[in-house]
């Protein structure tokens, strides 16, 4: 069974930067369609962040309008790893960062997975 194993958060002064990351591991992974982010802070909805598509012409990326050009989403495909990189980090980026990936393994049908959550703080 496939498990989404985050790492990174924390806290940030405003104006700062944090590394997020993430990494699928068990079972055997025969294609990835999404990886992204999503976050929920309290009292909120969870949102989207930043996903990486996998198209057939390439990966296609978009981000919240909130985040756009100040956040990066990256992936791994051999290490099937995705990261997110937050740089001008605002207070309203508090929140409880979640991983995302939709996928499909070997012999079983697509389905979709979340990481545990982690913290991610901005305050001064």
């Known amino acids: 069974q496939v498990r989404l194993v985050e790492s990174g958060g924390g806290l940030a002064q405003p104006g700062g930067s944090l590394r997020l990351s993430c990494a699928a591991s068990?079972?055997?992974?025969?294609?990835?369609?999404?990886m992204g982010w999503y976050r929920q802070a309290p009292g909120e909805e969870r949102e989207l962040v930043a996903q990486i598509r996998d198209t057939s012409t390439g990966d296609y990326t978009n981000y919240a309008d909130s985040v756009r050009g100040r956040f990066t989403i990256s992936r791994d495909n051999a290490e099937n790893t995705v990261a997110l990189q937050m740089n001008s980090l605002k207070p309203e980026d508090t929140a409880v960062y979640y991983c995302h990936f939709n996928l499909k393994q070997f012999g079983s049908p697509q389905n979709e997975y979340w990481g545990q959550g982690t913290q991610v703080t901005v305050s001064s």
């Open positions: 068990g079972g055997i992974i025969s294609r990835i369609y999404t």
